[in-house]
Antibody
Framework: QVQLQESGPGLVKPSETLSLTCSVSGVPMRSASYYWGWIRQPPGKGLEWVASIYYSGTTSYNASLKSRVTISVDTSKNQFTLKLSSVTAADTAVYYC???????????????WGLGTLVTVSS | QSVLTQPPSVSGAPGQRVTLSCTGSSSNIGAPYDVHWYQQLPGAAPKLLIFGDINRPSGVPDRFSGSKSGTSASLAITGLQAEDEADYYCQTYDTTLSGWVFGSGTKVFVL
């Protein structure tokens, strides 16, 4: 059974860098051909895809966040990490990690999700 | 402002059928890229409800069904139940944005 769990600080100061890790269990990332992604949801609002990474390291970023976002993968630890720099209050959200399933960009969907972690940007 | 438009809310009485729409464009749904649907219960993570336009994951009741035509997609819920009260999101890929996109979401109210 695939499980994902987000971890990281719940409070980040404005202008600092948000860093979150998603720990994956139930499937070895180094041998499984999947994309892994981050999706966020501001309080009371809808879902927004943030970034995704292939197990080999190929990345995709939301164009509106691309200048501030970095996603990386550590297959030896079965984890992938999100970094979002220069945060503002607008980055306050529940951040979910998820696994893409499907066979190509136009067909990928998010089958497995973590429970999500709330990150608040405030001084 | 999402490139996929969903009505803010839909309501129905228990047992009724409701339909949720997701309207896109030629750069996403009409490309054509697959449309997927998620259910989000209050305080919970989204759950995959429909993938590849019409397919239900194991465990999803057949009361939920998906369809697609042109640049729009729909999710139908038949035999509406109180437990179906939730937010529903459509999702696909957008070639102009070069990324995955979600609809604005529809809140289903069971009267």
């Amino acid at each position: 059974q695939v499980q994902l769990q987000e971890s990281g600080p719940g409070l980040v100061k404005p202008s600092e860098t948000l860093s979150l890790t998603c720990s994956v269990s139930g499937v070895p990332m180094r041998s499984a051909s999947y994309y892994w992604g981050w999706i966020r949801q501001p309080p009371g609002k809808g879902l927004e895809w943030v970034a995704s990474i292939y197990y080999s390291g190929t990345t995709s970023y939301n164009a509106s966040l691309k200048s501030r976002v970095t996603i990386s993968v550590d297959t030896s630890k079965n984890q992938f990490t999100l970094k979002l720099s220069s945060v503002t209050a607008a980055d306050t959200a529940v951040y979910y990690c998820a696994r893409h399933d499907g066979h190509s960009y136009g067909h990928y969907y998010f089958k497995y999700w973590g429970l999500g972690t709330l990150v608040t940007v405030s001084s | 402002q999402s490139v996929l438009t969903q009505p803010p809310s839909v309501s129905g009485a228990p047992g009724q059928r409701v339909t949720l729409s997701c309207t896109g464009s030629s750069s996403n749904i009409g490309a054509p890229y697959d449309v997927h649907w998620y259910q989000q219960l209050p305080g919970a993570a989204p759950k995959l409800l429909i993938f590849g336009d019409i397919n239900r994951p194991s465990g999803v009741p057949d009361r939920f069904s998906g369809s697609k035509s042109g640049t729009s997609a729909s999710l139908a819920i038949t035999g509406l139940q109180a437990e179906d009260e939730a937010d529903y999101y459509c999702q696909t890929y957008d070639t102009t944005l070069s990324g995955w996109v979600f609809g604005s979401g529809t809140k289903v109210f069971v009267l």
